[in-house]
């Protein structure tokens, strides 16, 4: 899956390519979305690089699993 978004920008992955730290915090604080590709949490799918897939999106998944923020935003296809 290739991101396609207008607002890639504000997706986790993005974020962290920014150096945006506090904002990634301030995002992922009440997580409850996971990426599935690079570990990225976020209290929105609006954050994530699939939800502008909606349904059809493989990778993102609720509510478990465990990434520090180093971890987030490691390359991956999305």
Request: net charge negative; charged share 20%; glycine share 12%.
């Amino acid at each position: 899956m290739s991101c396609d978004s207008k607002d890639h920008h504000l997706h986790m992955c993005a974020l962290k390519r920014q150096g945006e730290v506090a904002l990634i915090k301030s995002l992922s604080d009440n997580p409850t979305v996971e990426c599935r590709q690079c570990g990225a949490k976020a209290n929105s799918s609006e954050n994530l690089c699939a939800a502008h897939l909606g349904d059809t999106a493989p990778n993102v998944e609720g509510g478990h699993g465990v990434v520090g923020l180093e971890d987030v935003g490691k390359p991956h296809s999305g």
